[in-house]
């Protein structure tokens, strides 16, 4: 039936997914595609990218020249339909840096915070697969066994052989793009589709940063280019933030769900917010009690297995919000762990002036909205040998060239008018560079969540508390991605823009606005190390899984999603198996 509204369920399921995003599309997808049947419950609006993707507007041709706003921070055409920073009836509680109060989480900014965490929540159907960057890096060897490394953080209770397998389904089903690099600890695939083309101002970065002993390598993104699973390659048209109507990149709307409807096996509820998993009086799983936006009323569904795949924090507020005589403090949270261990990627940015850009001749830039070539840059060999003062390491992307103009032209005169400014706005377009790094967080115990004990949301369900604070290591890093940037611009000939923070809290983006949260619902090979075991099944039902962000034991450079989508496969062939065994349901 696909898309239905509450009162037109099935009087019980093979398995309810909450959440449509990288986690809830993926688990969707495998479990529907083996013929069970699955109800899907998304707590924002149905999005179709195929319909609703502006193509081929220019930013003059949006409110303030497509300029981010408080409600579209990434600018008008954003595929962000509904959700962000601020989600209305939704509020969640952090602290205020100016007096350290419990404030309601706002807008905030990455760089100059007013809070101490940022929670991103995409309310559209989807979710952040319609508008993410499409980085996908496979984790390492090392990744997996960080502590046995260097003795900081945990340990996976898997191996990258573990997931390997699993890596290359994926990269066959969503296409990502690169070149075999052989970069320690940076898997190569065997799928890589051709990687495009460095454009110019990508072959100085790489001169500079090779000198550097940095190395620039293809990029690795998750959009086509050559034709897959009936799917056009990119066509460089559109921003890949705005969506894709052409099925180019990779989304949760455009790969995962259309195939899971065309089987028959999955219904759809949008507008459907969980609020818990319940259980029988055994302690067993019976289905999900969620509030429809549309009428308002509490509904429930029956199902054998639940799978929440909601994103990590609010996987873990269903979790915590999961409370009856068996489970008194929610499922998972006899061991602990529930809602310890928040980590988000570190960041960092700084831009530069090249004066060997300037006055650049009109010439083909064409190519994806994604740098086409990065820095994956961690020497592991002064790493151990303490020589960095930080014991994780983080990767470089860049941004430049003739780009869409915004609202504005960077000109460094600040005295020209008239005809004046406009030759100069000529000569210094393209010019400009953008660095930016994400890096590895380790967790610590001074992050974290929990149901605030006061405040609730408009549907009386209990939103979270942030506690989080960056270690020592990221600071350092963070200074670190500084000084990195301003050398590979003053290689090139150029000049830095602003101040090469020294000081590694002011360099450091605020927690949460990477969007790379995780950690929450930590992996374990015991229970009582963590909420879920190795194959994201929970310790304390059986019959709950998690297989979003939330299971991660360790924060690698490398962006989350497509680990996710790994994950997510391999959590629900397990899953299978054991229903298959009579295990489970």
Excluded at 64 to 90: H, I, M, Q, S
Excluded at 536 to 553: M, S
Aim: aromatic content about 10%; some cysteine.
């Amino acid at each position: 039936m696909a898309f239905i509204p509450a009162s037109k369920t099935a009087p019980k399921y093979d398995a309810t997914v909450v959440g449509s995003g990288a986690a809830g599309g993926m688990s969707a997808y495998v479990l529907a595609k083996a013929g069970m049947k699955v109800l899907m419950l998304e707590a924002g609006r149905n999005y179709d990218p195929i319909m609703e993707t502006p193509m081929f507007q220019s930013n003059a041709d949006a409110p303030l020249r497509n300029t981010g706003t408080t409600d579209k921070p990434n600018g008008f055409f954003d595929a962000t339909v509904n959700g962000g920073w601020v989600v209305k009836d939704e509020p969640y509680v952090v602290k205020s840096l100016a007096d350290g109060s419990w404030v309601e989480g706002s807008n905030g900014n990455r760089m100059k915070p007013t809070q101490n965490f940022m929670w991103w929540r995409a309310r559209m159907l989807g979710g952040r697969t319609n508008h993410w960057g499409r980085v996908s890096l496979r984790m390492g060897p090392y990744d997996f066994k960080p502590k046995s490394r260097d003795g900081l953080g945990f340990d996976w209770p898997i191996n990258y052989e573990d997931i390997a397998p699993y890596y290359d389904k994926v990269d066959q089903l969503i296409g990502v793009f690169g070149e075999k690099s052989g970069i320690e600890n940076a898997p190569d695939s065997d799928f890589f589709q051709p990687a495009p083309r460095p454009r110019a101002y990508e072959m100085l970065v790489k001169k500079s940063a090779t000198k550097l002993g940095i190395p620039v390598i293809p990029s690795r993104h998750a959009i086509l280019t050559k034709p897959l699973n009936n799917r056009a390659p990119c066509f460089y048209a559109t921003p890949c933030g705005r969506g894709c109507a052409i099925k180019a990149n990779f989304q949760s709307t455009t790969v995962l769900i259309p195939p899971s409807i065309e089987t028959g096996n999955l219904d759809i509820i949008t507008d459907a917010l969980a609020r818990e998993v319940t259980v029988d009086k055994s302690g067993k799983a019976t289905g999900v009690h969620f509030i429809d936006r549309t009428t308002g009323k509490e509904e429930h569904v029956k199902a054998r297995v639940v799978i929440l795949a909601a994103s990590a924090l609010e996987s873990t507020r269903i979790l915590m919000n999961s409370k009856s005589a068996h489970f008194p403090n929610g499922i998972g949270a006899g061991s602990g762990h529930l809602g310890r261990w928040l980590t988000d990627s570190t960041g960092g940015a700084l831009s530069g002036q090249i004066p060997a850009l300037e006055n650049c001749p009109p010439h083909n830039e064409d190519g994806t909205s994604a740098f086409h070539t990065y820095a994956p840059w961690w020497p592991y060999a002064d790493q151990l040998a303490g020589k960095l003062g930080f014991a994780r390491g983080y990767y470089i992307g860049w941004g430049g060239g003739r780009t869409m103009p915004g609202a504005s032209v960077q000109i460094p005169s600040k005295t020209s008018f008239g005809r004046a400014m406009k030759d100069e706005a000529r000569r210094y377009y393209g010019s400009f560079i953008g660095f930016s790094a994400r890096g590895e967080m380790i967790p610590n115990e001074k992050s974290f969540c929990e149901l605030d004990p006061q405040k609730k949301d408009r549907w009386g369900i209990p939103v979270l508390r942030f506690h989080f604070a960056w270690g020592d290591h990221e600071l350092k890093q963070a200074a670190h991605m500084q000084q990195t940037f301003a050398q590979i611009i003053e290689g090139m000939g150029g000049k830095v823009i602003g101040k090469v923070e020294t000081d590694g809290a002011k360099a450091i983006t605020t927690g949460g606005s990477v969007n790379h949260e995780i950690g929450t619902t930590r992996m374990s090979a015991t229970a009582k190390d963590g909420v879920v075991n190795s194959q994201c099944q929970t310790w304390e039902c059986p019959n709950v899984f998690v297989t979003d962000g939330g299971p991660f034991v360790s924060n690698p450079y490398k962006n989350p999603t497509l680990t996710i989508l790994a994950l997510a496969w391999r959590a629900c062939d397990y899953l299978m198996d054991e229903m298959k065994k009579g295990n489970i349901g």
